[in-house]
């Protein structure tokens, strides 16, 4: 009887598609997927760090298994990801349950065999402060007709709310030609209908490289790639959504007009207190330029509600800004102080109470909207 594996995933599309390696890996190593977490021989969590109540939910989760492990102690437990990244959190897990067999950060995940392998010989706990772009070990692809492309990994903005360049490190960019051949490949296996690009910042890709890249060169050598095929990407920050990459998107029959553009907030200041870099005029203004170009584009975006010292006042700038925009969907956040990060330690931490109706005034007011506009 094979061996078998299986993934939890939390968070990200990014993660999603880290499983996919993960996935590779293990099947290299002679396992076979299991329908059901129980079945399993080797159980991996990938966390999410994005928010506390992402960790909070793997800690239940791993907790559940001591039971598991009693009855079958052969199991081997792995907890890897952007959670376990954060050497605090790594050293928790790996002393709250001694039943854990390996703890390992995002840029071990390349490694995952060696650790699999060292297991026998006792619990590993292990994180890399830093790694290159692998491009050594495959991915096994689970999403049906979307094919996750990743272009880069990490990020350099430091919004001072997310928890993702410490634990992501620095933005790396692939090599295009790598990025290029990856998706050749895909369209030539025939059965994938869109390709995801993936990046925290997308619209910096290849900044990084030597000669730099622009993004929409990238975006348009993709779409020289001939075949039946959709491009999507994400995720775009606005302070760097140029016009180039804008008239790129309009004018190429392959990429999707779908544009996932996080605004965070509608308010000035709080816009610069989350280094955010850009202004709600500056913001309306791409959506703008977009809606100019392509008069159906689908937008969406993302809000955090209740940042620190955030005033009814100032919240009332989100709402109004998304009462003039009219999304065609929106992810409202409270606000979840993430240990490490410049917001975090900010003077006016707004009260839960407080952040839970902001957060429903918001998306109360975004389904008023999607039914005025018969959008989804
Ligand atoms: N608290 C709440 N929401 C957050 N996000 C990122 N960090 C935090 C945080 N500390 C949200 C942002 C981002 C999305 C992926 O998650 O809106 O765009
Ligand atoms: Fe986090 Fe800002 Fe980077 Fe997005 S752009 S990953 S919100 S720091």
Not at 118 to 130: D, H, N, P, T
Not at 149 to 172: D, L
Not at 330 to 336: D, G, P, R, T
Request: charged share 30%; aromatic share 10%.
């Amino acid at each position: 009887m094979p061996m078998k594996y299986y993934i939890v995933t939390y968070g990200c599309q990014m993660n999603v598609h880290e499983s996919e390696k993960i996935a590779a890996i293990c099947e290299k190593m002679g396992y076979t997927l299991a329908d059901k977490r129980e079945d399993a021989d080797l159980i991996v969590f990938n966390t999410c760090a994005i928010r506390e109540g992402a960790e909070e939910r793997v800690f239940g989760n791993v907790g559940a298994l001591k039971k598991m492990k009693k009855q079958k102690p052969s199991h081997i437990i792995a907890v890897c990801g952007c959670s376990t990244q954060k050497e605090s959190t790594a050293q928790y897990i790996y002393r709250t349950f001694p039943f854990v067999d390996i703890v390992i950060g995002t840029f071990n995940i390349p490694n995952f065999e060696h650790y699999i392998n060292a297991v026998k010989s006792g619990r590993q706990l292990e994180i890399f402060k830093e790694g290159d772009i692998d491009e050594t070990v495959p991915y096994k692809r689970t999403s049906g007709e979307n094919a996750w492309v990743n272009i880069m990994q990490g990020c350099n903005n430091f919004c001072t709310y997310c928890i993702v360049p410490y634990v992501r490190g620095r933005e790396k960019s692939r090599q295009e030609e790598n990025i290029l051949n990856e998706i050749r490949a895909v369209v030539a296996e025939g059965k994938y209908k869109k390709i995801t690009l993936l990046g925290q910042n997308v619209n910096s890709y290849g900044k990084d490289l030597t000669p730099a890249v622009p993004f929409s060169k990238l975006l348009k050598d993709i779409c020289a790639i001939e075949g039946d095929f959709k491009i999507w990407f994400m995720t775009s920050h606005p302070k760097d959504l140029t016009d180039d990459v804008i008239e790129v998107i309009a004018n190429e029959d392959k990429i999707l007009k779908d544009i996932h553009l996080p605004a965070q907030s509608g308010n000035n200041r709080i816009l610069n207190l989350m280094n955010r870099r850009y202004t709600r005029e500056k913001y309306l203004s791409i959506i703008d330029k977009i809606r100019e170009k392509m008069p159906n584009a689908r937008i969406t975006s993302d809000f955090i509600v209740g940042f620190p010292t955030e005033t009814e006042e100032e919240f009332q700038d989100t709402m109004s800004l998304v009462d003039k925009v009219k999304f065609d969907s929106i992810f409202a956040f409270m606000y979840s102080p993430r240990e490490g990060t410049v917001a975090s330690k900010m003077d006016g931490q707004v009260p839960e109470e407080v952040k839970n109706r902001r957060v429903n005034e918001l998306l109360a007011l975004e389904k008023k909207i999607q039914q005025q506009e018969g959008k989804r």
